[in-house]
T-cell receptor, first 113, second 113 residues
Framework: NAGVTQTPKFRILKIGQSMTLQCTQD?????MYWYRQDPGMGLKLIYY???????DKGEVPNGYNVSRSTTEDFPLRLELAAPSQTSVYFC????????????FGNGTRLTVT | AQTVTQSQPEMSVQEAETVTLSCTYD???????LFWYKQPPSRQMILVIR??????QNATENRFSVNFQKAAKSFSLKISDSQLGDAAMYFC??????????FGTGTRLKVLA
């Protein structure tokens, strides 16, 4: 049972570079999320998706883009990386909205210098 | 707007002792779900315990139990017989059954040998 898989685990970017954080889940979950975790700030929602072809902004979407072409995959794109995007990024999923606990990937630590 | 507050940035406990981590939340909903997640140094987000607001009985999972006070909007986590492996960040989270999950800022628990 792979669950939610994120790649890469670590990445260092230079200011202005771009990259894609990959997230895939094998549980056939409809809802997928991208969070960022900053020290002392908890988890903030960047984008979420309720199914293939449907995405929407969360609390902190600026500087990011997402797509959801399949149920399994939900990549997060960073364009023109900035030091403010230095963070730990988590992908998560649930089968349907409501009471289920989030299933998390193991996170990606991104440093922008 | 719903909010989740963890007022203790850091707590310490002696091995084998009991510690309680606090969480309060604000909501106008009558039906919702609360969670505690553990994040060890490995960065993985691990579900510790879950509570449905419509259930009066406090949830328990082995050495972990909650004190759920719905009227006071309080959801504290009690860890009994603390072990070195309990050292981690602990996050309280809330959902009212929509797509939205709200996290507190976390409490870092140190376990002293």
């Amino acid at each position: 049972n792979a669950g939610v898989t994120q790649t890469p685990k670590f990445r260092i970017l230079k200011i202005g570079q771009s990259m894609t954080l990959q997230c895939t889940q094998d549980m056939n979950h409809n809802y997928m999320y991208w969070y960022r975790q900053d020290p002392g700030m908890g988890l903030k929602l960047i984008y979420y998706s309720v199914g293939a072809g449907i995405t929407d902004k969360g609390e902190v979407p600026n500087g990011y883009n997402v797509s959801r072409s399949t149920t399994e995959d939900f990549p997060l794109r960073l364009e023109l990386a900035a030091p403010s995007q230095t963070s730990v990024y988590f992908c998560a999923s649930i089968s349907d909205r409501g009471h289920s606990p989030l299933h998390f990937g193991n996170g990606t630590r991104l440093t922008v210098t | 707007a719903q909010t989740v507050t963890q007022s203790q940035p850091e707590m310490s406990v002696q091995e084998a002792e009991t510690v309680t981590l606090s969480c309060t939340y604000d909501t106008s909903e009558s039906d919702y779900y609360l969670f505690w997640y553990k994040q060890p140094p490995s960065r993985q987000m691990i579900l510790v315990i879950r509570q449905e607001a419509y259930k009066q009985q406090n949830a328990t999972e082995n050495r972990f139990s909650v004190n759920f006070q719905k009227a006071a909007k309080s959801f504290s986590l009690k860890i009994s017989d603390s072990q070195l492996g309990d050292a981690a960040m602990y996050f309280c989270a809330y959902t009212s059954g929509t797509y939205k999950y709200i996290f507190g800022t976390g409490t870092r628990l140190k376990v002293l040998a």
